[in-house]
């Protein structure tokens, strides 16, 4: 076998976006409801409720408003590293998206959304930078 | 308290566990540490079988109670589970000091789910790099301190503990990397590097040998000398996966 055969056949099988790690993760948690940036939401949101951020209809008071009224029903509020970094690093395939690389806003609408709420992390890829968080009532 | 143990008192909270670990007719659940019986009581109504443990035999007047799908074993775990006893499913409240051991020792067990009361803190360190080769953590909650009798000291959690299927099974090549490294402690690096990426390449039903292994590692500027350590594993099998997916 050449070396080139080598590399080519061993590429093949290394190519998976990350956010199907979340995905798989995310199937083990009913009732849920799931804030994600717009770059995961063809991944996440087909099998899950999901406020999209980043995304033309978003609309910060209501998710807001969402998260309020689904801790009140003692549901699971969850948020994606990805939802609070939007739209700054995130996946296009396997790597960054180029644009979402350079950083131009102090502060962006995640953020904005968890600095009324306590976060516990639930689960990490460190390699990836991904996380989940539970949102927590006050 | 004996033995760092806090005895659940929230009957909500015992039903929450039991369905937590999906409990059927069909399963044999072992349950770790029975105390009085009171988690015990609400898996029996679910379970087919449970195969309980408890090392304090002061606690047998509570046990002698239980229904008779209930087998009680007055002994160590470490003992009654070196005796190769079956079960499917683990249902436990954990004295805080057995946490990790046993999610150790459990590695090589047979079992689907476990469902554990355990300290918050050790549900974070089950997702760190090691145990996140084995299984897959799931938190169901936190729980009122109140709930416990003593109170807890500290934040403590229900979580769900799944299995993970074997890396190579799952096409999981960083999972394998970070496994057959873990597992081959004393090894030199390029000697597991080697034999780990032959291993995948006859998973595929394809064959390398090992100077093309060698090849493929020599081009990665590792620093392949010195056994690897445990904190270096992690990037050393992330850093192959990605050279590897360029």
């Known amino acids: ?138 | 308290m004996k033995l760092d143990q806090y005895f659940l008192n929230n009957k909500e909270v015992a039903k929450k566990l039991v369905e937590a670990a999906e409990t059927k007719k069909k399963d044999v659940v072992l349950e770790i540490g029975a105390g009085r019986g009171f988690i015990t009581e609400e898996i029996a109504k679910k379970a087919g079988k449970v195969i309980a443990v408890e090392i304090d035999e002061s606690f047998k007047r509570d046990l002698k109670k239980l229904p008779k799908n209930v087998d009680v074993y007055f002994d160590d775990i470490n003992r009654v589970l070196d005796e190769k006893i079956k079960f499917n499913k683990i249902i436990s409240n954990l004295p805080s000091s057995l946490a990790e051991p046993l999610a150790k020792r459990f590695i090589n067990e047979n079992f689907e789910v476990m469902a554990l009361l355990l300290p918050l803190k050790f549900f974070h360190k089950l997702n760190d790099p090691f145990f996140s080769v084995y299984y897959d953590s799931f938190l169901i909650g936190k729980l009122e301190k109140e709930s416990f009798s003593p109170p807890t000291r500290t934040s403590w959690a229900m979580v769900k503990i799944i299995r993970k299927k074997e890396p190579l099974f799952e096409k999981d090549w960083e999972r394998y990397l970070r496994k057959y490294l873990y597992e081959h402690p004393s090894a030199k690096l390029k000697n597991s590097l080697m034999e780990a990426i032959v291993r995948i390449y006859q998973s595929k039903g394809k064959a390398l040998t090992k100077n093309q292994a060698r090849e493929i590692i020599s081009s990665l500027n590792l620093s392949l000398e010195e056994p690897v350590s445990a904190q270096d594993i992690p990037s050393v099998s992330q850093k192959i996966v990605q050279h590897l997916s360029n």
């Not at chain 1, 990805?82 to 690389?101: C, E, F, T, V, W």
């Open chain 1, 1 to 138: 076998m050449a070396r080139g055969d080598v590399w080519e056949n061993f590429s093949y099988h290394f190519n998976d976006t990350p956010y199907n790690k979340e995905k798989d993760y995310l199937k083990h948690y009913d009732d849920k409801i799931l804030i994600v940036s717009n770059f995961e939401e063809p991944y996440l949101c087909a099998e899950n409720k999901c406020l999209v951020l980043n995304s033309p209809q978003a609309d910060s008071d209501n998710t807001l408003k969402e998260i309020k009224s689904s801790l009140e029903r003692n549901e699971k509020v969850m948020i994606t590293a990805q939802a609070i970094s939007a739209p700054y690093n995130q996946y296009d395939g396997m790597r960054y998206h180029l644009l979402s690389k350079k950083r131009n806003y102090p502060k962006t609408e995640g953020e904005k959304i968890i600095s009324n709420y306590k976060l516990e992390l639930i689960k990490q890829w460190p390699e990836e930078n991904l996380k989940i968080y539970f949102i927590e009532k006050d």
